[in-house]
C-alpha cells in the first residue's frame, strides 16, 4: 500500500482514501490503542482529527485482523477501492479498476486483503462512510426549480454546516438524483477524474453500471487507461493537446434522460474527492432539455442565446467520433428554455467571422457584451477571481489591459463616445486566508500559483483582493471557483456574470498577436467552458439585483462578499511553494 503523500497533514476522512493509502503515524497510534476508541495521542496531533482517521481505521481493519493487513502492506499489495458500483451488483463487484486475478493464484497476503476488500464493501454500502455530506434523496428537481432563474449552486462544504442546508448548495449526488430523470447514460468532461470515486457517485444514486458513461479527461490517469477492460460500461479518452503546456481543463457534464431528455452541467470541479470537500466550486445546471419532435426543422429548439449552437461547434473542435452521438443527441433536443450563453475557449489560433464574430475566448466574450450588456460607466470596476493565475506580463498593461480588460469593459455603449479603461480587481486568497481555512495550509493545494510566476509580476499585488464569503458561510473554503463580473454597489446592481473553468491566464482566455499587418488572431491553448449570464436574458431586465431581492426577481448569488476587501499592506498572496514544506 502506497504511503500518503501529505503524512502527518494528511486531513482526510473518507475511507477510500484510507483504503488505498496506509499512514504511518495513525498505524505507530492505532497499533499501540486498543481498537476501541481508547488511543494516546500525542499532542503535537489535532485530537479530534485524528479519532476521526483512527475510527476508520478501526471500520476498515478491525483489530484483529490489524497483525495480517500490516503483513499485507508489506507485502506491497494495495487493497482494492471497494464501494460497489451498481444497484444489484454482486458482492465482488467493486471500485478496483485492476485486475484482481483467481484467488487460487495470488499469494496469502493478497488473500488476507482481498478478506478485507469484503469487510470494506459492506462498510462501504453506508453512504454515510463514502459521502461526506448527504442530503435526503429525491428533492433536487424543487431545489433547482426554486434556484430559478439562475441555476447557479455551489458545492456544500463539509466542515461548513450551514451549507448543508443553503439552498444554493449542492452535492454530487444531488446531480444525480432520480428527481431530475431516470439516467440512461452519461458523459464527464473533465481534467482530473478519479474514477472509482465517481462511480461510487453512481452506485449510490442508483444508477445501474450497464449505464454507458464516456469520459473524456485531460490530466494523466493511469486508473483510466485499461478501465474499459473492466468496467465495459466506461469509454475513457484522454483528450490530446497540440501544445506541451495546453491544458484540457474543461469540467462539463451530459446527462441523459430515459425519456429522451437531457440536461447539461457546466462546473468547477474536478472529478475526485478532495474538490467535494472543502472547496468553494461553482455550478450551472440547465433546465430539463425535452427531445424535439422527430419532423422537427433544423434549426428548432434554439435558446435566445444561441447556447445549443456554440455548444455542438465547440465538441466539433475535440475531433473525438465518440462524441458525435452526443453531437447529434444535442441537435435533436429543445434548449429554447436555456437562458444564459455558453462561453468556449478552444486551442489554436481565432480570427473574428463576419457570422459569429470572434468565436472563442475572452473575445467572445467581448463580442457577446458589446451586442448584449447595458451601458456601463467606466468607473465600474472589471472584477476577476480564479484559482490560479498566469504569467501575465511586466506590468498592467500588457495584457491585462491591452487584451482581457479591453474586452470586458465592452456594452452596448454606440461607437464613436470616448471610453476609459475600467479599473481591474483580482481576488485571489492570502497567505492568511489559506492558513485560517478549514483544512489549514492543505487548503491551498487547489491554488497552483507559484513564486516563479509571482516573483516576475510585483505590480499584480496593488489589484488583490481577499477571499471573503461570509454570507455564503465560506470564507475558510478556498475557491477553486472562477469568476468575472462588474458590479455597482451603490446602485446594487450587477450588468453581468461569468461562471468559468478559466482561470485569469493567457492560456485559458488568450492572447492576440501583435502584428498590425494581419488580422488580429487570438491564440488559445486550453478547452475551457463556462456560462455568461445576462440580465436581458435572464430576467428582462437591465441589470440583476445585487444584495436584495428587486420586484420579485432574487438577488445574483456572488459567491463572494461585497465590498471587496483590498489585501493590507503586509499580506502576501498564497504561493504552492509554501506547501514544499508540509509534504
Known amino acids: 500500500m502506497k504511503e500518503c503523500p501529505y503524512g502527518e497533514k494528511c486531513y482526510r476522512k473518507n475511507p477510500?482514501?484510507?483504503?488505498?493509502?496506509?499512514h504511518a503515524h495513525l498505524d505507530a497510534i492505532y497499533e499501540k490503542g486498543n481498537g476501541s476508541g481508547d488511543y494516546e495521542i500525542p499532542a503535537k496531533y489535532s485530537s479530534e482529527m485524528i479519532h476521526t482517521q483512527l475510527k476508520l481505521l478501526e471500520k476498515l481493519f478491525p483489530k484483529e485482523s490489524a497483525k495480517k493487513e500490516k503483513e499485507a502492506h508489506s507485502s506491497g499489495s494495495?487493497?482494492?477501492?471497494?464501494?460497489?458500483?451498481?444497484?444489484g451488483s454482486?458482492?465482488?463487484g467493486s471500485l478496483d479498476t485492476k485486475p484482481s486475478g483467481s484467488s487460487s493464484s495470488r499469494p496469502a497476503a493478497s488473500q488476507d486483503t482481498s478478506n478485507l476488500?469484503?469487510?470494506?464493501?459492506?462498510n462501504?454500502?453506508?453512504?454515510?462512510?463514502y459521502i461526506p455530506v448527504v442530503i435526503e434523496k429525491g428533492g433536487m428537481a424543487k431545489k433547482l426549480e426554486r434556484a430559478a432563474p439562475y441555476n447557479m449552486f455551489l458545492t456544500a462544504i463539509t466542515d461548513s454546516k450551514p451549507t448543508h442546508s443553503e439552498p444554493l448548495s449542492i452535492t454530487l449526488q444531488e446531480i444525480l438524483d432520480e428527481?431530475?430523470?431516470e439516467i440512461e447514460s452519461t458523459v464527464q468532461i473533465n481534467f482530473m477524474v478519479d474514477i472509482g470515486w465517481l462511480l461510487g457517485h453512481y452506485y449510490f444514486a442508483g444508477i445501474l453500471r450497464d449505464k454507458p458513461l464516456l469520459v473524456l479527461y485531460g490530466d494523466e490517469s493511469p486508473e483510466l487507461l485499461s478501465i474499459g477492460k473492466f468496467k465495459p460500461q466506461v469509454t475513457a479518452i484522454r483528450v490530446r493537446m497540440p501544445t506541451p503546456f495546453a491544458t484540457s481543463h474543461t469540467k462539463m457534464m451530459f446527462l441523459g434522460y430515459s425519456d429522451g431528455s437531457m440536461r447539461v452541467v457546466i462546473s468547477t470541479a474536478n472529478l475526485y474527492e478532495d474538490d467535494w470537500h472543502n472547496r468553494t466550486q461553482g455550478l450551472w445546471i440547465s433546465p430539463k432539455l425535452p427531445a424535439l419532435p422527430e419532423d422537427a426543422d433544423t434549426g428548432a429548439g434554439e435558446s435566445l442565446t444561441g447556447f445549443k449552437q456554440d455548444l455542438m461547434l465547440y465538441l466539433v473542435e475535440y475531433k473525438i467520433s465518440q462524441l458525435q452521438p452526443w453531437i447529434a443527441r444535442i441537435r435533436k433536443s429543445d434548449f429554447s428554455a436555456i437562458n444564459v450563453f455558453f462561453l468556449g475557449s478552444v486551442p489554436g489560433g481565432h480570427r473574428e467571422s463576419s457570422v459569429r464574430g470572434h468565436p472563442w475566448g475572452h473575445a467572445r466574450l467581448g463580442s457577446l457584451l458589446s451586442k448584449h450588456a447595458t451601458p456601463i460607466d467606466d468607473r465600474i470596476p472589471v472584477i476577476c477571481q480564479s484559482s490560479s493565475i498566469g504569467s501575465l506580463g511586466a506590468n498592467v498593461q500588457a495584457w491585462i489591459q491591452q487584451d482581457f480588460v479591453n474586452s470586458l469593459k465592452k456594452d452596448s455603449t454606440p461607437a464613436g463616445k470616448l471610453r476609459q479603461m475600467p479599473p481591474f480587481k483580482m481576488i485571489y486568497p492570502s497567505f492568511g486566508n489559506v492558513s485560517g481555512s478549514h483544512d489549514g495550509m492543505l487548503g491551498g493545494g487547489c491554488l497552483p500559483y507559484g513564486k516563479n510566476t509571482n516573483d516576475k509580476q510585483p505590480w499584480l499585488k496593488d489589484y488583490l483582493q481577499q477571499w471573503k464569503s461570509s454570507d455564503r458561510y465560506r470564507s475558510r473554503a478556498m475557491p477553486h471557483i472562477k469568476s468575472y463580473t462588474r458590479f455597482n454597489l451603490e446602485e446594487q446592481s450587477v450588468y453581468w456574470f461569468v461562471l468559468t473553468s478559466a482561470?485569469?491566464?493567457?492560456?485559458a482566455w488568450g492572447c492576440f498577436n501583435k502584428n498590425s499587418n494581419i488580422q488580429p488572431c487570438l491564440r488559445i491553448a486550453n478547452y475551457e467552458v463556462g456560462v455568461l449570464f445576462l440580465p436581458r436574458f435572464v430576467t428582462g431586465e437591465d441589470t440583476f439585483p445585487l444584495g436584495n431581492n428587486r420586484d420579485g426577481v432574487p438577488?445574483?448569488?456572488l459567491p463572494y462578499d461585497v465590498p471587496l476587501t483590498p489585501y493590507a499592506p503586509d499580506d502576501k498572496p498564497f504561493l504552492m511553494d509554501y506547501l514544499q514544506g508540509l509534504h
Open 503 to 507: 482561470n485569469l491566464s493567457k492560456a
Open 78 to 87: 494495495k487493497p482494492p477501492v471497494t464501494a460497489p458500483i451498481a444497484s
Open 555 to 557: 438577488a445574483f448569488p
Open 117 to 122: 476488500a469484503k469487510k470494506q464493501k459492506l
Open 179 to 181: 428527481s431530475l430523470g
Open 16 to 22: 477510500i482514501h484510507f483504503g488505498e493509502f496506509s
Open 124 to 129: 462501504a454500502k453506508n453512504i454515510k462512510d
Open 90 to 92: 454482486s458482492s465482488s
